[in-house]
């Protein structure tokens, strides 16, 4: 299946700062979506973007497929910001459509 | 419903004993798949469902595990005979199907915490 690893595994910040997270994946995909874990364990999703730019509020996300990474941004934190971040990926081939690969995580923790 | 409902929220259970797990997808959604989150595994896929076309099995860790999906909407996840190894955070998540075979965004349940004694 597709590796995919995620940077930096922990990041700390204080309260606006911004910070950049990373997604490297090892093979072309069709499907990339960012999520935020909240501290209930709930996955929210934030971006569904297999390539291009997009941007809500505050965050906003690259993927560059063909140098197969994604970048998440965040702009002026929030303690309400902290949490897991994952980066998933759908291979566009083979047996394993459907199914999202997940990387390991970058956990935020943003101080007032 | 407005998102993914997952039933129980939480499950405790003594090892041997069989469990089921329940996920209501969001109307509408061809494709339901189950994953399972774990400390020392991390994210990973279970089994994927999609319309009536058979399922792919292929993440299921033993032949313990089994998973139906009635009528194209609710799924059960079962496990027999649990292990304390399979203690694990348990999550549904449902998608349209986009450009034919791919799917579009996956929408995640909050998942069911099975605690296995």
């Known amino acids: 299946g597709i590796q995919v690893e995620q940077s930096p595994p922990d990041l700390i910040l204080q309260e606006g700062a911004n910070s950049t997270l990373r997604c490297n994946f090892s093979d072309s995909v069709n499907n990339l979506q960012w999520f935020h874990q909240n501290p209930w364990g709930q996955l929210i999703n934030l971006f569904y973007i297999p390539s291009g730019t997009k941007q809500n509020g505050r965050l906003s996300a690259t993927t560059v497929a063909t140098e197969r990474y994604s970048l998440l941004y965040i702009s002026s934190s929030q303690t309400t910001d902290s949490g897991v971040y994952f980066c998933a990926v759908e291979a566009d081939r083979g047996s394993t459509l459907g199914r999202l690969y997940f990387g390991r995580g970058t956990q935020l923790t943003v101080w007032p | 419903g407005a998102g993914v409902s997952q039933s129980p929220s939480n499950k405790v259970t003594e090892k041997g004993k069989d469990v089921e797990l329940r996920c209501d997808p969001i109307s509408g959604h061809t494709a339901l798949y189950w994953y399972r989150q774990s400390l020392g595994q991390g994210l990973e896929f279970l089994i994927y469902?999609?319309?009536?076309?058979?399922?792919?099995k292929s993440g299921l860790p033993s032949d313990r595990f089994s998973a139906e999906r009635t009528g194209g909407s609710v799924s059960t996840l079962t496990i027999q005979r649990t292990q304390q190894e399979d203690s694990a955070v348990y999550l549904c998540?449902?998608?349209?199907?986009?450009?034919?075979?791919?799917?579009?965004?996956?929408?995640f349940g909050p998942g069911t915490r099975l605690t296995v004694l």
């Open positions: 469902f999609q319309g009536n076309s058979a399922p792919d």
């Open positions: 998540a449902s998608s349209m199907i986009a450009r034919g075979l791919f799917t579009d965004t996956q929408y």
